[in-house]
């Protein structure tokens, strides 16, 4: 929990025991810092397209805190000039009956504190779709409510009619604003880019040289980008930490780069989000600020989830042919699913994250799933503005976080196209990286003819239910389910059940396999029997033996509100999973593939960035 809590606060600016109290309702840990959804993201995105645009802040666009709270959000400003910024969003009409400022916007003290809401009208009020709001408070000591007094004052004093007051009805317009007009119109597209860089403003001044940053928007043929102006005083531009942290999915953005270009003065990074939905693109263009105008400037701060140091030096990973690499050569492992089907590729890469348990055992391991062909139907983009003429542009494939692991475990995935050039370029770096490999997906079932001896696996894993074997075989007109008699079926010795087994599990599969791995509907599965454990050896001499038995609670699916089961070891105890028969599954398939794990001591090593892989796009 400390490991966790440190990775978010150094982002969100939180306090360490507030994360500590939020991260520990969670109950799984590969998102510390939640997304906003829907409308909330769009209230976040417009609240920081006016907060970036302020001059003379110390703190990245003035904010000293971001909490999330539920679905919701708390900011803490620095200073006064930056909360009035805010206000320079708000709607009024003029004299002429015009309207300025966003016409969807509200705003109203709550408490201390001021409360920034949307219309009715211009959100989806259901149960899906709570009422979004972000919480502001100033200084200490700063009377906000003074500060609303003092703005609606000087536009009521020039004349104009404010209609930022909630309680105040307001009927939605007649007929749609021209989007030249209309902020929200245009941060819609690509407002989950506006609120991710809003709830971790303490990124930019953790890094080397900062002194300041400015936000804006502009729009582009594909839709809304973002561009952020950052200056750096000294030192280089820590660019490799930056990407690194927005490439991050557990507190980072999860973004994926597009392009990156340094030289002696100037730095440009190009990042696109994962999911088509976010139609804009992210350009950090950073640039040096002479020493004289810089002032004083802090010293970068350690990251948690990169693994930073307190001198937050991180040395380049040896470079390939050193003796680190030499010694260092994964084994791969290949889980498949059954000819006859049954689990499925996003089943097996559950699994596999869940007998990566290893991570917590200070191993480094990585999961490379091949993506399959999608063969449905195309649908719309609901998200596509009426302005955008051309596709958005297509990041890099590279390695992520699954979750945070105690030092020096690790624990990321990689997803590839299905091709035998790509896995093979992923292997070859998984090898030297990692000391475990999962490997999903890869030309299962009839394509296995195609295997390319490039990529292949160490070993062969076919993951299956665990099932009782068949005993007999029921006569005409009988079920399996009547045959408790010997009278009701042919009796079968275990030799011939694990031949009938092998036929009807293993009689499509084109290639052999190094062993099986059941896997159970719960920890208190029936112990076996003296038939099942005579079937199991003959299954060995048939060169299938059963490498052993793993928990399994069906699919899990990511993001909120769907199953609560925390996926691996590394997230909180919670039941019917259980932690402890989890992990001394994996340690026993571990020690029957390769021995007892090694030692916490012997395994020093850390990647200080997360791996790259070229030519692999997504």
């Known amino acids: 929990m400390d490991q966790l809590g440190n990775a978010a606060c150094q982002l969100t600016g939180e306090s360490l025991e507030g994360v500590r109290r939020r991260l520990g309702g969670l109950d799984r840990f590969d998102h510390l810092v939640p997304s906003a959804s829907g409308e909330q993201a769009l209230l976040e995105a417009a609240l920081i397209s006016a907060l970036g645009a302020v001059d003379g802040q110390t703190r990245p666009f003035g904010v000293r805190e971001a909490k999330p709270v539920e679905e919701w959000l708390v900011l803490r400003l620095e200073r ?26 509200t705003v109203r003290m709550d408490g201390a504190r001021l409360r920034f809401g949307l219309r009715p009208w211009a959100f989806e009020a259901s149960w899906r779709s709570p009422e979004p709001a972000v919480w502001v408070s100033g200084p200490h000591g700063e009377d906000l409510a003074a500060l609303l007094a003092a703005h609606t004052a000087q536009v009521t004093a020039s004349g104009h009619v404010v209609q930022w007051d909630p309680l105040r009805e307001e009927r939605g317009p007649g007929r749609r604003e021209p989007v030249e007009r209309s902020l929200l119109r245009r941060l819609i597209v690509s407002c989950s880019m506006g609120s991710a860089l809003l ?9 080397t040289g900062y002194v300041g940053v400015r936000l804006s928007t502009e729009m582009a043929d594909h839709g809304l980008d973002w561009l952020l102006e950052r200056q750096v005083g000294v030192g280089g531009f820590d660019e490799e930490r930056l990407i690194e942290v927005l490439e991050d999915g557990i507190v980072g953005c999860g973004l994926r780069l597009l392009d990156h270009a340094c030289g002696p003065e100037n730095c440009t990074v190009r990042m696109a989000p994962r999911w088509s939905f976010c139609r804009g693109v992210l350009t950090i263009r950073s640039s040096r600020v002479p020493a004289a105008a810089a002032g004083s400037i802090p010293s970068p701060r350690p990251l948690t989830a990169l693994g930073d140091g307190r001198n937050v030096s991180r040395p380049r990973r040896a470079e390939k042919g050193t003796e680190s690499d030499v010694l260092k050569q994964a084994c791969v492992v290949q889980l498949v699913d059954a000819p006859s089907g049954g689990l499925g590729r996003d089943h097996l890469a559950r699994a596999a994250e869940r007998i990566a348990a290893w991570a917590a055992r200070g191993l480094a391991v990585g999961l490379l799933l091949v993506e399959e062909s999608s063969m449905g139907l195309l649908l719309g983009d609901r998200r596509r503005p009426d302005w955008a003429t051309a596709p958005m542009p297509k990041g890099v494939s590279r390695w992520t976080r699954l979750r945070l692991a105690p030092p020096p475990g690790q624990l990321w995935s990689l997803a590839v196209p299905n091709s035998s050039d790509a896995i093979s370029a992923a292997l070859q770096h998984a090898r030297s990286a990692f000391d475990q490999v999962f490997l999903i997906g890869a030309y299962d079932g009839w394509m296995q003819e195609v295997m390319s001896p490039k990529w292949a696996a160490d070993l062969r894993i076919l993951v299956h239910h665990a099932r009782p074997f068949q005993r007999q075989i029921p006569f005409p007109g009988k079920t399996t389910g009547n045959t408790t008699h010997a009278n009701d079926g042919v009796r079968l010795t275990p030799a011939e059940s694990a031949v009938l087994w092998r036929s009807e599990q293993l009689g499509r599969c084109a290639h052999p396999l190094d062993g099986l791995l059941l896997l159970t509907d719960s920890e208190d599965a029936a112990a076996l029997d003296g038939f099942d454990l005579a079937v199991e050896e003959q299954l060995v001499r048939y060169g299938t033996p059963v490498l052993g038995r793993f928990p399994d609670h069906g699919l899990i699916i990511r993001g909120p509100r769907h199953s609560a089961h925390p996926p691996t070891v590394l997230d909180p105890q919670a039941k019917p999973l259980d932690h402890a028969h989890m992990a001394a599954a994996a340690d026993a398939l571990h020690r029957r593939l390769w021995g007892d794990l090694p030692s916490t001591a012997a395994r020093q090593h850390v990647l200080d960035a997360a791996p790259d892989v070229p030519g692999l796009s997504s």
């Open 199 to 207: 709830r971790r403003p303490r990124l930019w001044d953790s890094l």
């Open 80 to 105: 006064p000039a930056d909360v009035r910024s805010l206000f320079g969003l708000l709607p009024y009409r003029t004299r002429k009956g015009s309207w300025r400022g966003v016409r969807e916007l």
